[in-house]
């Protein structure tokens, strides 16, 4: 049997007291030699100096027997753990199987499968894997930002990798993460539709599911779940076994050996053990009464209620007892679980396998017989033929060849086959008979065979049996029987038996060992010539190993047996080797963990005088019988349960904290069954399971392992409430031991809700373990009372949080540095300091952001303390930005990026908008912009001033288009870069910029760097009001009076253009000319942007602009159209020649003039339209244009027709009008003048003279006017 004291490493066996009594014996002979030889040195020292050899040899040996003391205490040491534990698995049994106080619980919440470090690499790969584009996973690009983010703020982070290496991290944590980013994303896109943000929600989230699986078997994924699911069920009794097997480190055959011996299967053994336990509970307590050895409380007055308490829990569990229905014994657990082929372990375990019947036991044997020769034969003549039959019982008959009586040799082989494991062989010697009435041929001699796969293969001398009166008394025949194995046998040979199921008698039989399938082996005993198996036992479960002889059991001299619950079968055989052949066969087939060992022939001395232990761990010497008689019987009452229980409970939790679910501290509902169980059967105070529970909790957590809160609350609550007499579970006793405890872990758990509170960032990174940071400050509150009434001052509790948060803002900020690898160096460059402090100011956002999303809600009580927390870690971010900002050049724009990423994320947050920082940021940035709008400022003025002396006024557009084949640059993206210092030349981008332009280089460079000047103020955002005020209306005045000097100094340019233009009809409206129409046009347009403002000064001021613009553009059009007007005088002045009366009249009327003046001047209109309406831009101008020289021309013929109103017109002047007038007055129709301004009365009159001069030539002249009309003309071609 086993000794409880058998180490796992040695698995011998030894009587405790033996052990200790050997490692005393050695240490006091060490001793006496020790003393002995110290005292022969001191008189060698004496006598000799030279004893310094002497004496280095002394302390070799001294420190020698040092380490074999330290050696022996160790194994010491171990074995007496190993005793402890498994007495505790005794009690554990028991509560196992005969439970009567728990049951397992089915409300807990279910816990998921951890993410270890090569899944969470895996995960990463796939979602760098979609970012590539390299799955068939299609998404927008909404989503693609949004797993971008995700994974680089979340999958890449350091401290999602301290989350994973600690055990606390679940895919369902992934999934969370990602949904609360995506939340607020998706709250921030635009509505579409038919289309609401929960569809996309949805489509998100399982398109995060898709990529998160990858390409994994959507049947692995099952089988996976399955397996998570069962770990969380109730759990059969098979598989609590095996589950505290692994807690205690139990090896099966030990399980095996005290399930036997505890008789686990006996219900009623079971419910006497627990009487038994409870009588002797009782008497523990009157004698506790008697003797009044009473445990130290905190109040004498408990002992009374201490002896009650101690009766009533008794009575209690009596009563829970009695409640059992005798005739099942117990609750039986109702579920079970199939077993799975992936995993081998306890959660696997469910019922056995289907009970083998003797007809699935099927063996097929194939047998070679081969008949050499025969000798002896003597009876027959010479010459006579003789041959041989052989045949396998159950089968055919097969023949020899014949051959003569002289010479019976054959060599020949028959085939066969059987099922039969002892199948029978019959051999027969014939000859054939000479009488004429015989009838069959004489049969001379036969043998039978009993053959098995071990017999030997070659051929060998078999004596036949002859008959009585026969002359061949020394007859024998050469053959060879080969029996082959099937590959399902796997052992066969014959052995003595019994057990207590099956070969329940000590006798020889032939066994079998047969594979019936992959996990299935038999252990089967045949009769001969039978084919099915006499009696069988299933493997499965049974652990083999060897022993020793068992006295009383006649037959074998060597034994072994194999061990299950409730079944011990014992096997002997004749020799030693066959003995390991079959014990290794056998271990081979249950697949049992422990290996037998075959034990030593001679048991020896160690070197250094101790005993020698055996190899074998199980066998049945008494002195083994009696350890484990030992761990049985032991009475329960006389142990100490509570520190039974503390390393029940913390073996329980190690094996708890190390599977593959994130509990979190939590048990699983099978573990609660046992331990509540163990605590109502055993009397373990409730105080002290939660005791010894929260010391185990707080160890992992100060190892960085995540740890529930919510469970160290409620473990702390019963220990306070118990502390301070509100009996939760009943007990009004407290005893002085479980005060100190308690006040010890009240201190340490102080000191680690404080530590937690101050590292949040990396306790519960992300907001992970869900609502665990809220749940720790209502946990510290909780401590931080001095009992369960008194509520915490609220000042109290939030100066805690406040310097907590005050350390966590240094701690941060270091943190942030050490991941940044950013090291301070003044001697680095000024643009690598900014750069770094752009960087690092990055990283500070994506910190105070993530504070916000993942752990504000749990400081919701104390708003002010995260923002006074972000203003420290700005504080630390401030000391490092004011180094870099002060060695930048003096006339450096490359801080504003900085101030504008800070900026951007501070106004918008409500708590550091205008706070400390924000208002320091300010400080240093107002001096900045007032210089550089200063400076930008005086280089608009300067560009206004060289630009336009030297503007040649061509517009931007010929400007562009004359550069063919060259590509021009786009114009930079403002938000985040500045206007630089301008050039006194045409920017290259202008062309792009101003494709629906027609302005001057200088007045577009102008307009786009005012406007790039009052983007850039307004992409600051200057969060004070009254500087962003002055800003803004300071840039408003700058442009209206950079757009005054531009107006006026177009103006001046188009007037000294005008006066150089020419007054006859080769006059056309230059191009320059256009250009500055157009720039007017423009500033107009661009007042409106640049220079307006909603009070009233600014508005006035901008219509101070207007009227400067308006004013400009009537005189700029009334000298134009008097330009135009002076032309037409010029042809009028020609025509007053051919006046009635003149002097020139007479002798121009014999010149017979053309119609060239009236050619001329409609070609002069008709370009100068073209080209006004071409190179203008604004319709309205130009029709107004339109309209005022349409109105002068024909005011300018009327006045000429009014001024010779007493004369007729000549010929030659008649037709030039009507021409002049038909054709203008049809190309200012077509341009688009309205009939009201084309039939004004200055045309009527002009018509009707023109038409009254027609119609008194055409009767004086017939047809000289050559066929001009003023009723035709209209159909006249051009």
């Excluded at 025969?374 to 006579?384: D, W």
């Excluded at 530590?755 to 949040?760: P, V």
């Excluded at 992300?766 to 510290?780: E, I, N, V, W």
């Amino acid at each position: 049997m086993l000794d409880p004291s058998s180490s796992e490493d040695t698995g011998g066996e030894s009587d405790p007291e033996v052990v200790e009594e050997a490692a005393r014996k050695p240490a006091s002979l060490s001793g006496k030699r020790a003393n002995s030889s110290r005292a022969g040195g001191q008189q060698r020292e004496s006598a000799a100096p030279g004893g310094a050899a002497a004496k280095g040899a002394r302390d070799g040996a001294d420190a020698g027997e040092d380490e074999e003391r330290k050696e022996r205490e160790r194994i010491q040491r171990e074995e007496e753990e190993r005793k402890t534990k498994l007495q505790i698995y005794v009690f554990v049994l028991r509560c196992i199987a005969y439970p009567f106080n728990a049951k397992q619980p089915t409300d807990m919440a279910r816990r998921q499968q951890k993410v270890n470090k090569q899944q969470l690499q895996a995960v990463k790969e796939r979602f760098l894997a979609f970012l590539n584009g390299e799955t068939q996973i299609v998404a927008d690009e909404a989503f693609c930002n949004a797993v971008r983010s995700y994974y680089e703020g979340f999958l890449k982070s350091e401290r999602v990798s301290r989350m994973v290496q600690s055990g606390g991290c679940s895919a369902n944590d992934f999934r969370e993460v990602f949904k609360k980013n995506i939340e607020r994303r998706i709250r921030s896109l635009p509505e579409i539709d038919g289309l609401s943000k929960e569809t996309v929600l949805s489509s998100w989230i399982a398109k995060y599911d898709a990529i998160y699986r990858g390409e994994e078997d959507m049947r692995r994924q099952t089988q996976r779940a399955h397996l998570s699911a069962v770990s969380e069920l109730i759990l059969s009794k098979e598989q609590l076994y095996e589950m505290f097997q692994q807690i205690l480190g139990i090896r099966k055959f030990e399980h095996q050996l005290l399930y036997n011996a505890c008789q686990l299967d006996n219900v009623d053994e079971q419910a006497a053990q627990i009487r038994r336990e409870l009588d002797g509970r009782l008497q523990l307590a009157e004698k506790i009464a008697r003797e009044k050895k009473y445990p130290k409380f905190i109040s004498a007055d408990m002992e009374a209620l201490y002896m009650e308490e101690l009766r009533s829990s008794v009575n209690l569990l009596m009563a829970n007892l009695e409640s059992l229905p005798v005739s099942k014994g117990g609750p039986d657990f109702k579920q079970k679980l199939k077993r799975s082929p992936l995993n081998n372990s306890f959660l696997d375990i469910g019922d056995e396998g289907d009970i083998l019947s003797k007809s699935d036991v099927v063996l097929s044997f194939t047998l070679e017989i081969v008949i050499v020769e025969v000798q002896g034969l003597k009876s027959v003549a010479p010459n006579r033929i003789v041959y041989c039959t052989m045949e396998v019982e159950g089968g055919e008959k097969l023949q020899t060849d014949q051959a003569e009586a002289a010479r019976p040799q054959w060599e020949t082989q028959g085939d066969f086959t059987t099922t039969h494991p002892l199948p029978s062989v019959k051999v027969k010697l014939f000859t054939e008979s000479t009488g004429v009435l015989a009838l069959d041929d004489k049969e001379l001699g036969r043998v039978v065979l009993n053959p098995t796969t071990n017999g030997p293969k070659q051929a060998e001398f078999h004596r036949m049996v002859v008959a009585k009166n026969s002359q061949d008394t020394e007859l024998k025949i050469k053959l060879a029987v080969r029996m082959d194995k099937p590959p399902n046998m796997k052992h066969s040979g014959y052995l003595y038996t019994l057990g207590q199921r099956v070969w329940k008698r000590w006798k020889k039989r032939y066994f079998v060992l047969v594979q019936v399938s992959q996990y299935t082996f038999a252990m089967c005993s045949y009769r001969e010539k039978k084919a099915e198996p006499q009696e069988l036992m299933q493997l499965e479960g049974y652990t083999v190993d060897y022993c020793d002889p068992q006295p009383g059991l006649q037959g074998g001299r060597v034994f072994f047996n194999a061990v299950k619950e409730g079944d011990l079968v014992m096997f002997a055989c004749d020799d030693e080797p066959d003995r390991v052949l079959w014990v290794q066969a056998m271990y081979r087939a249950t697949g049992q963990s422990y290996k037998p060992v075959p034990p030593l022939q001679n048991k020896t001395t160690n070197c250094r005088g101790g005993i020698q232990k055996p190899a074998s761990p199980i066998s049945l010497d008494p002195s083994q019988r009696q350890g484990v008689e030992e761990l049985i019987s032991a009475a329960p009452c006389r142990l100490d349960h509570a520190a039974l229980f503390s390393i029940l409970q913390k073996h329980t939790l190690q094996h708890r904290m190390n599977d593959s679910f994130s509990c979190l501290g939590w048990f699983s509902p099978g573990q609660v069954f046992v331990l509540d169980e163990y605590c109502a059967r055993y009397g373990v105070r409730g105080c002290h399971r939660h005791l010894s529970y929260l010391k185990g909790l707080m160890d992992y957590s100060e190892n960085n392992a995540l740890v529930d809160p919510t469970l160290l609350h409620y473990s702390y609550a019963f220990c306070v409430s118990h502390v301070h007499g509100n009996r939760p579970d009943g007990m009004g006793t407290v005893t002085a031991e479980e005060k100190e405890q308690f006040e010890a872990i009240r201190s340490r758990l102080m000191a680690l809700l404080d530590n937690q509170i101050t590292h949040f960032r990396y306790c519960f990174p992300f907001g992970r373990p869900d609502g665990a940071l809220k749940a720790t400050l209502s946990l510290q509150e909780r401590v931080l009372m001095k009992d369960i009434t008194t509520p915490v001052p609220p000042v109290d509790m939030k100066n805690l949080v406040q310097r907590c948060l005050e350390k966590a803002a240094r701690i941060n900020y270091s943190q942030l540095m050490e991941y940044a690898q950013i090291k301070e160096d003044s001697q680095a460059a000024p643009e690598k300091r900014l750069e770094d402090m752009m960087r690092l100011g990055e990283l500070c956002i994506d910190v105070l952001q993530q504070n916000d999303e993942h752990h504000s809600e749990a400081f919701s009580w104390w708003p002010e303390l995260m923002a006074e927390h972000a203003e420290s870690f700005l504080s630390l971010y401030r000391a490092d930005m004011d180094g870099a900002l002060q060695v930048q050049p003096v006339d450096s724009w490359d801080s504003f990026p900085l101030f504008q990423l800070l900026n951007n994320f501070l106004r918008t947050d409500p708590h550091l908008c205008n706070g400390t920082f924000h208002k320091h940021l300010q400080d240093l940035f107002v001096p900045l912009v007032v210089r550089y709008i200063d400076l930008m400022e005086s280089s608009i003025a300067q560009s206004i001033h060289r630009g336009f002396e030297q503007e040649t006024w061509q517009s931007v557009k010929s400007l562009t288009n004359n550069l063919a084949n060259v590509p021009l640059p786009k114009v930079p993206s403002l938000p985040l870069t500045l206007p630089q210092m301008p050039s006194f030349s045409a920017p290259a981008w202008m062309g792009p910029l101003c494709e629906n332009t027609n302005g001057s280089a200088t007045s577009e460079d102008l307009f786009w760097k005012l406007d790039a000047l009052q983007m850039f103020v307004l992409d600051l955002h200057w969060p004070e009001p009254e500087f962003a005020k002055h800003l803004e209306q300071r840039l408003k005045l700058m442009a209206s009076d950079m757009m005054e000097a531009c107006v006026k100094r177009t103006k001046s340019a188009f007037d000294a253009k005008m006066q150089k233009a020419s007054k006859s009809t080769d006059f056309r409206v230059p191009l320059s000319v256009c250009t500055m129409f157009n720039v007017l046009m423009d500033a107009k347009k661009q007042c409106s942007k640049l220079c307006v403002l909603d009070t009233g000064q600014e508005q006035q001021y901008h219509s101070k602009i207007d009227v400067l613009i308006d004013e400009s553009f009537k005189e700029m059009i009334s000298s134009l159209i008097s330009k135009f007007a002076g032309v037409l005088d010029g042809a009028l002045s020609k025509l007053s020649r051919y006046d009635e009366g003149t002097f020139f009249s007479s002798f121009l009327s014999f010149t017979k003039p053309g119609m060239d003046l009236a050619d001329t001047y409609i070609t002069f209109i008709r370009q100068n339209q073209d080209i006004l309406r071409d190179r203008v831009n604004d319709e309205v101008y130009v029709e107004d244009v339109f309209d005022q020289w349409y109105t002068g021309s024909m005011k300018a013929v009327c006045v000429w027709l009014t001024d010779r109103l007493d004369l007729q017109l000549h010929t030659y002047q008649l037709k030039t009008l009507i021409k002049i007038v038909k054709k203008t007055y049809r190309d200012f129709r077509l341009q688009g003048v309205l009939d009201g301004t084309l039939n004004n009365k200055s045309y009527e009159t002009v018509y009707n003279r023109l038409t009254v001069e027609e119609a008194t030539a055409a009767v004086k002249a017939g047809d000289g006017l050559q066929g001009i009309s003023m009723r035709d003309s209209d159909e006249e071609d051009d």
